[in-house]
């Protein structure tokens, strides 16, 4: 009974068609169009869906707002794996998954899928080709950066079938995701805390420079000796989670936050301290 009032007031949802799923994956070249420091992908993310969503979303206004709104936030990923996720996404907006879950998925999954896409194309393939490639060229071969090129192209048309993958996984898994929405969203939710820790750990770093005299001759290094032997990265933890206080619970930009992060560490530099 419940599920019936609920298909009555949930607008329908229209369907995407395979030429609407291989668009999606060309338009994801738009993944860093408006790349920046505070959301990193996210507008060019929304950006690269909102055809999709607004085919899907029909005339209802409010549920393409809420879903556009949803998708420009905070990602950074390979940009030759957003396609999957774009694919799933689209998937899972088209059958109605709810919006904690589509949420969840996209933070959980794009930083797994930046490692792995890294890993295969930046680190793999290309080097490995550009590497045969430059090999040929030092002969004056053209037949060195024909193969480099050509490569490069697979992988630019690589997005089409790689998107089309991602809409047929959410396609298929979307009964098993709503029958278990909510461990889904949980595990997602875990996932993406563990994966923003792991940013945190790589990619912030403060180092204490300063030297505790003890004797004449002797002195304590007060980030190797001391503050590391409590907690290793307490300073980078400690920072991280006041910039997330003064977001969350002041509401400060994260515009200002980069300039004051700039000016403090210019002016601890200049000082010593870090």
Aim: charged share 15%.
């Amino acid at each position: 009974m419940a599920s019936d009032e609920q298909q009555q007031t949930t607008p329908k949802r229209h369907k995407l068609s395979h030429s609407d799923v291989t668009k999606l994956a060309l338009r994801s070249l738009l993944n860093q169009s408006a790349f920046n420091y505070e959301l990193m992908q996210g507008d060019g993310y929304a950006l690269s869906l909102i055809p999709a969503l607004k085919k899907i979303y029909g005339d209802d206004q409010k549920g393409l707002s809420e879903a556009i709104k949803a998708n420009t936030a905070f990602i950074n990923t390979n940009n030759y794996a957003a396609p999957l996720l774009l694919g799933l996404e689209a998937s899972l907006e088209e059958n109605g998954a709810p919006r904690s879950t589509i949420d969840g998925l996209r933070i959980a999954l794009f930083g797994p899928l930046a490692g792995i896409g890294d890993s295969i194309t930046w680190f793999t393939i290309l080097p490995i080709v550009a590497g045969i490639a430059a090999s040929f060229a030092k002969q004056g071969s053209l037949i060195g950066p024909i193969i480099f090129l050509a490569v490069y192209i697979a992988l630019f048309f690589a997005r089409i079938p790689i998107c089309h993958l991602g809409y047929s996984v959410g396609t298929k898994s979307i009964s098993s995701i709503r029958a278990n929405s909510g461990i889904v969203s949980h595990a997602a939710s875990v996932l993406g805390c563990t994966v923003i820790g792991g940013l945190i750990a790589t990619y912030v770093t403060m180092n204490v420079k300063l030297k505790i005299p003890v004797t004449a001759t002797h002195s304590i290094a007060l980030q190797k000796e001391f503050l590391d032997h409590i907690f290793p990265n307490i300073l980078p933890l400690g920072y991280t989670f006041l910039l997330y206080w003064l977001i969350k619970k002041k509401h400060v930009s994260p515009l200002w936050l980069i300039i004051i992060t700039f000016i403090v560490a210019l002016v601890c530099s200049w000082l010593g301290v870090l």
